[in-house]
C-alpha cells in the first residue's frame, strides 16, 4: 500500500510516517508547506490514500491534487468553516473522503454512545463538555469537542456548554460531565500518545482505498 501525508513535517505527520513505516506501508508523498528534506509541495500522482493532519487552507489545496490523481482523502484536520465542509461534500461524490475530528477507536465508541446516555437521562441533568489540549493547538474547541457537543445536541435537542482549556503539553482530554441535584456523571477520553490517532488515520486509510467516492466517517470505518 502506497500513502501520502499531507502535514507531514507536523507532530501527527510525522507519527504518521514513523508508523506506516513499522506497518511496512510506503509512504510515497511527504507533502508540507515546509522546505525540508524529501518534502515537495504537492501531490503528483495517485497512491492508495492521502492521509491529511494540516489546516483547513492547506487540506483543500491537497483536495484538489486527490481529485486530479484519482486518490482517496483521509482528511483528520479540524477547523473546517461550514463552506469549507460544502466542498469536501462536493468533491466527495468524484472520490472517497472521509472527515474525522478524530480518529482513535475510544472517542469515537464516545460519539456513538454518549448521545444515547444523553437522551435517556433527559432534561434533568446539566450537560458540559470540558476538552484540554497542549498549547500550540490552534483551533478551540477541539474538533472532537465539536464533534461530539453536535451528536449529543442532535439526540436531546439541548445545548452543550462546552470550555477549551489550553495547558502544556496535553495530547487531548475530552470530560462529559451530566449533572443534576444529588449526582453526576462523567464520561472520559485521555490519550497519552499520538500513536492512537495515527493508527486509526492509517486504518481508515486502508478502508478507504477500497471504497467507492462518498462522503464518511471513522464510524464507517469501524462498522
Avoid at 497512491?47 to 484519482?70: H, K, N, Q
Wanted: proline share 3%; with cysteine.
Amino acid at each position: 500500500m502506497k500513502i501520502a501525508i499531507n502535514g507531514a513535517c507536523g507532530r501527527m505527520g510525522r507519527t504518521v510516517a514513523r508508523l506506516a513505516a513499522d506497518a511496512g506501508i510506503e509512504v510515497a508523498a511527504l507533502i508540507d508547506v515546509a522546505s525540508e528534506a524529501g518534502v515537495v509541495r504537492r501531490l503528483e500522482a495517485k497512491v492508495d490514500a492521502m492521509i491529511d493532519f494540516s489546516t483547513p487552507e492547506a487540506s483543500l489545496e491537497r483536495l484538489e491534487d486527490c481529485l486530479r490523481t484519482g486518490t482517496p482523502d483521509v482528511i483528520c484536520t479540524t477547523g473546517f468553516t461550514d463552506g469549507q465542509r460544502g466542498k469536501l461534500a462536493e468533491a466527495a461524490k468524484r472520490i472517497p473522503v472521509i472527515l474525522a475530528s478524530n480518529t482513535s477507536v475510544g472517542v469515537n465508541l464516545l460519539f456513538k454512545v454518549v448521545p444515547q446516555i444523553a437522551k435517556t437521562l433527559g432534561a434533568d441533568y446539566d450537560m458540559d463538555l470540558v476538552e484540554t489540549h497542549h498549547r500550540f493547538k490552534k483551533d478551540a474547541p477541539s474538533g472532537t469537542a465539536k464533534t461530539l457537543a453536535e451528536r449529543v445536541e442532535a439526540a436531546t435537542g439541548r445545548k452543550v456548554n462546552v470550555h477549551a482549556v489550553r495547558s502544556g503539553d496535553v495530547v487531548g482530554d475530552h470530560r462529559m460531565i451530566f449533572g443534576t441535584l444529588g449526582d453526576s456523571i462523567e464520561i472520559i477520553h485521555r490519550a497519552s500518545s499520538r500513536d492512537i490517532f495515527a493508527k486509526g488515520a492509517l486504518d481508515a486509510a486502508k478502508w478507504l482505498a477500497a471504497a467507492k467516492p462518498g462522503f464518511y466517517s471513522m464510524l464507517d470505518v469501524l462498522g
